[in-house]
């Protein structure tokens, strides 16, 4: 369906959160963070917090089988 076994599905999206802010739905598959490639949900986890802070956090993602790039600013809703 989306062309890869590589990335971190997102499962769920809270509304306030950075994510939600920037416009990630459930069921986007997250393939890049910044310059970071995404493996799966723990190397996802693992980034994160490399970009706590920062405004305009590019994440390149899958959203029903196209290929698009969100700008995410990463508050600690992360942590």
Do not use: H, Q, W
Request: zero cysteines.
């Amino acid at each position: 369906m989306n062309g890869t076994n590589k990335g971190a599905m997102i499962t769920t999206v809270i509304r306030g959160t950075s994510a939600y802010r920037a416009d990630l739905l459930e069921d986007d598959v997250v393939l890049r963070i910044g310059t970071d490639d995404i493996a799966d949900a723990k190397a996802m986890k693992d980034i994160l917090p490399k970009y706590y802070g920062k405004d305009g956090v590019a994440f390149e993602i899958i959203r029903k089988g196209t290929r698009i790039v969100k700008m995410v600013g990463i508050d600690e809703a992360y942590k």
